[in-house]
């Protein structure tokens, strides 16, 4: 039974329906329907420009879609409609993080600023708006302190530690990803949405990158949502895969269902041979893991 | 002056740069005590006369063995040393750049003291009222707009229209309803940050430069409503014999007055007692100001205004209201822009709107643009070096012994000021201090370099 109806149609945590999102003439996005699992990786792959990002915008609160509904459901059951939402309070109160294609860090605060700063809302609660904070009341140090030990238990998972009193943007770039990510889930998202987070990374570092995320999904309550051109990882971590062209969707499934899609390997083959190669590949590996 | 090579010495060698000092005095004193001491004049009879003018002597050579002596304790052996491990900022800083702080603080509580006991009562005034409180409004306007500036990256060009709502709340309540100085000095912050609140509501919106557009329409409109309605704000005349402050009605500062100071106290009638109050006044709300920021550094929305200047995107999508973020930021730099501002109406006596013109702003920026955006100390030191400059500017009036009787500093002010804005530009793009100071750390305190810290684009 549970090899018929895919778990994603039966407990999704985001459903998005018959999404459009039009600049000017361009249609981004065309009538887009999908829906991502609870305690799922939802990887969305497309070739460039095929409109992911744009939905991630869309889901975020970034844009507001033309037409289509944008359904969010916490696991305690409670309801968002995202595309009713202030994009700051679908982060505070709907729970979606994200991180962005080109990274978005504090650059000039140090990594346990970052880390801090994304924990703005529980702090100011916290603080008393300030007031009490100004004026020195203790429960704000106590709720500062166990901000600090979150951030350090982020710090830690992404192996950045020592680096604490760095400023941001002295990390390598590898670095600046898993960073990107710590601070998106320490706003302690119920989904988060990763925009390539493996592009630029190296295979070792793009392997970490891979333990964290199965690790988010292991340890955190926190739903993926990922866009990705690395084949690799997508076939290595996600459950789920949507495919979008030109906008559309043109596949939905498991990612051994989706790597035989002709219309995906078609899609990919308009693009570059490389990603080809690379589609070719991780399926070739998929396909052995299988089998064994 | 000695030709001698300079010898790459890394600490400053006090005894060497006296010692150099002296002779560089002697000889300023042996080029300059004929050159300049000795002048002829024709008398009544005309005879040729020698006049001598050894207090501009004195006055020449005093500057060369000073300067000669910073110079040769500080300024090379700071080149030396920055030369030396360029990059890595050093550790061991000398102990007065060390305590900094507390030595400032310190100096700037006894500063008073030091002038009085040095000048005598009556001679002090200039030095309290024109360098000291002046030089202080201008440290705390500029603390007041480093938040909105420095902290959250709004460029605000109409700062100084929270200034003169400051200075008409309290002209206009006290003369009118004869409220005291310590129940307008709140009310004016309040009504200040009201409006700041109310500007900033349609104009936060706005992004770098149509927002520094629009704050500077502001600031000229506030500036026209107080030139054209007469009615109340006397237009361009000004209100004047606006009310001194007074402690609390204990002491007064008016001669007449049975609580007169000077005859609680038993001393003779001198203006300079409310000079002194109010500096330690002004002191007394500089230093408040400087509390609040560095707590407010501290909590979260000090650190959200800080990522708001690094990252508006990132911000909204950790959930930070940046809306209401920018509004407590211009809200609370308008609070003590309004508190100097009731100050600056009780210290004066009488408020104009020409006190509140564009060229105000202007200062009050390059203050904190000057001393390092975000920068306390660097704030107060960029207020002293333009404020202070200024001040210094009109008592060069012996330079008139030099060009001629027609020469008037001031009217180099503008000049100088351009001049010394672009040197310290090229030779320090950050402002004086260009490390930012991290709120918080798990393991040891690194400032950071101004280099990756962003400017903020609205
Ligand atoms: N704000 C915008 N205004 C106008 N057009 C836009 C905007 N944002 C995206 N687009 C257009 O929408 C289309 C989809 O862009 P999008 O960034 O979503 O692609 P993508 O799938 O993320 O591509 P890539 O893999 O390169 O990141 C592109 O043609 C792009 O030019
Ligand atoms: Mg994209």
Same mark, same amino acid.
């Given at each position: 039974m549970a090899e018929m109806i895919p778990s994603w149609e039966t407990n999704p945590i985001l459903s998005v329906e018959h999404v459009t999102m039009r600049f000017g003439g361009l249609?981004?996005? =065309?009538d887009l329907s999908f829906k991502a699992g609870r305690g799922d990786i939802t990887a969305l792959i497309g070739p460039n420009g095929a409109g992911k990002t744009t939905v991630f915008n869309c889901i975020t609160g970034f844009y507001k879609p033309t037409q289509g509904m944008l359904h969010l459901r916490h696991a305690d059951g409670k309801p968002f409609l995202?595309?009713?939402?202030?994009d700051f309070k679908i982060s505070a109160k709907a729970k979606v993080a994200r991180t962005f294609q080109n990274i978005r860090l504090?650059?000039?605060?140090t990594l346990l600023e970052n880390l801090l700063v994304a924990q703005h809302n529980p702090l100011m609660i916290a603080s008393g708006m300030t007031v009490l904070g100004v004026l020195g009341f203790a429960g704000y140090k106590k709720a500062e302190k166990h901000s600090i030990e979150r951030a350090e238990y982020w710090l830690n998972k992404i192996g950045l530690y020592d680096r604490a009193?760095?400023?941001?943007?002295?990390?390598p770039y590898g670095a600046q990803r898993r960073l990107e990510i710590a601070r998106a889930m320490c706003t302690e998202p119920e989904l988060l949405c990763l925009d390539e987070?493996?592009?630029?990374? =190296?295979p070792r570092e793009s392997g970490e990158l891979n333990e964290l995320l199965l690790g988010i999904r292991r340890d955190e309550n926190t739903s993926l949502l990922l866009i990705e051109h690395d084949m690799s990882v997508v076939m290595e971590i996600s459950d789920h895969v949507v495919v979008l062209e030109y906008g559309t969707k043109i596949s939905d499934g498991k990612p051994e269902a989706v790597r035989n899609d002709p219309r995906v390997i078609a899609a990919y083959l308009g693009v570059d041979d490389e990603e080809v190669e690379q589609v070719e590949q991780a399926l070739d590996v998929v396909t052995e893991e299988a089998q064994q | 002056m000695s030709a001698e090579m300079e010898r790459p010495?890394? &600490?400053?060698?006090y005894a060497a740069a006296a010692r150099d000092a002296v002779l560089a005095g002697v000889i300023a004193l042996g080029v300059f005590g004929p050159l300049i001491g000795f002048k002829t004049e024709q008398n009544m009879n005309n005879q040729l006369v020698v006049e001598n003018r050894w207090g501009i002597v004195i006055v020449i050579v005093a500057i060369v063995v000073i300067g000669r002596f910073l110079l040769k304790a500080f300024v090379f052996p700071a080149l030396v040393t920055r030369k030396a491990n360029a990059g890595p900022a050093s550790t061991d800083e000398s102990f007065f750049k060390r305590n900094f702080k507390t030595i400032g603080l310190a100096f700037l509580l006894l500063y008073p003291v030091i002038i009085v006991s040095m000048l005598g009562y009556q001679q002090s005034i200039k030095w309290v009222d024109n360098f000291g409180i002046q030089i202080l409004i201008y440290v705390m306007l500029g603390w007041g707009l480093n938040i909105v500036v &420095?902290?959250? &990256?709004l460029l605000d060009l109409g700062y100084v229209a929270f200034y003169a709502v400051g200075a008409y709340s309290y002209a206009l309540l006290s003369s009118h309803f004869g409220f005291s100085f310590w129940l307008l000095l709140p009310l004016s912050g309040i009504l200040a940050a009201m409006w700041g609140v109310i500007l900033g509501f349609?104009?936060?919106r706005l992004r770098g430069d149509y927002l520094a557009i629009v704050t500077l329409a502001f600031g000229e409109i506030i500036r026209l409503v107080l030139i054209n $309605?007469?009615?109340?704000?006397? &237009? @361009?005349?000004g209100i004047s014999s606006i009310p001194k402050v007074d #402690?609390?009605? $204990? #002491?007064?500062?008016?001669?007449?007055?049975?609580?007169?100071i000077g005859k609680i106290l038993d001393?003779?009638? @001198?203006s300079a007692y409310y000079k002194i109050f109010l500096y330690y006044l002004i002191l007394a709300l500089a230093l408040f100001t400087a509390f609040v920021t560095l707590r407010l550094r501290r909590l979260p929305i000090g650190r959200a205004w800080e990522a708001l200047r690094e990252d508006e995107v990132a911000c909204r999508s950790l959930g930070i209201n940046t809306t209401n973020t920018k509004l407590t930021a211009f809200a609370l730099g308008a609070m003590f822009g309004g508190f100097a501002g009731s100050f600056f109406a009780a210290r004066q006596g009488f408020v104009s709107?020409? @006190?509140?013109?564009?060229l105000e702003s202007a200062v009050i920026v390059a203050i904190v643009v000057l001393g390092g955006m975000g920068s306390m100390v660097g704030v107060a030191i960029a207020a002293a070096a333009m404020i202070g400059g200024t001040e210094i500017l009109r008592e060069l009036s012996f330079l008139k012994a030099v060009f001629g009787p027609?020469?008037?500093?001031d009217q180099f002010r503008m000049l100088i000021f351009g001049l010394a804005m672009v040197t310290i530009m090229v030779w320090k793009p950050r402002g004086f201090v260009g490390n930012r100071e991290p709120t918080?750390?798990?393991?040891e305190k690194k400032s950071v370099s101004g280099s990756l810290v962003q400017e903020g684009h609205g």
């Open positions: 249609v981004a996005v =065309n995202l595309e009713r939402m202030p504090f650059s000039g605060m009193d760095d400023p941001a943007g002295d990390l987070p493996a592009a630029g990374l =190296n | 010495v890394a &600490g400053p060698n &420095g902290l959250a &990256g349609p104009v936060l $309605w007469r009615e109340v704000t006397n &237009g @361009s005349a #402690i609390f009605g $204990w #002491i007064t500062f008016n001669v007449a007055d049975p609580t007169y001393l003779p009638p @001198s709107p020409e @006190s509140f013109v564009f027609e020469f008037n500093p918080a750390f798990l393991h």
